[in-house]
């Protein structure tokens, strides 16, 4: 446990989309962000992406879209360091986990009833 004694902010936990591009924009990919700091990430990436030491990130969920620097990489993972420190979230911006799951959980039962709205007349369009 040294290593969060370590850690310069707080780091919260995650699980959100990301994009990250280079080259004027030309060249970019989808990846997951697994931790999130207000100084950086913990991106989750393919192996066969290829990355510049520098690049921009867009994290929509979190309203963050800035320059970000390769701190490290290691298999499918890269740490990352948010070059532009008024768009990082601040490390009082932990959700509201409760909150967050609530939503999610109605989405999930409107979500539900819509399915079984939308199957049972599939059901009833085909009997006929």
Same mark, same amino acid.
């Given at each position: ?5 370590? /850690?310069?902010?707080?780091?919260? /936990? ?45 994290? #929509? ?14 298999d499918g993972h890269a740490g990352i360091e948010f070059l532009d420190p008024?768009?990082? #979230? ?21 979500? /539900? ?5 939308? =199957?049972?007349?599939?059901?009833? =369009?085909?009997?006929?």
């Amino acid at each position: 446990m040294a290593e969060n004694k370590k /850690r310069a902010a707080l780091r919260n /936990r995650t699980l959100i989309a990301a994009r990250i591009s280079y080259g004027e924009g030309v060249f970019s990919t989808e990846c997951t962000v697994s931790n999130l700091s207000s100084r950086g990430a913990l991106l989750n990436l393919a192996h066969s992406i290829a990355l510049t030491d520098q690049f921009e990130i867009a994290i #929509p969920q979190k309203d963050i879209a800035c320059r970000a620097r390769l701190v490290w990489r290691n298999d499918g993972h890269a740490g990352i360091e948010f070059l532009d420190p008024s768009v990082a #979230p601040s490390a009082s911006d932990g959700d509201d986990r409760q909150g967050r799951i609530r939503g999610l959980e109605a989405e999930n039962v409107k979500l /539900r009833g819509q399915l079984s709205f939308l =199957l049972k007349q599939v059901h009833r =369009l085909t009997e006929e």
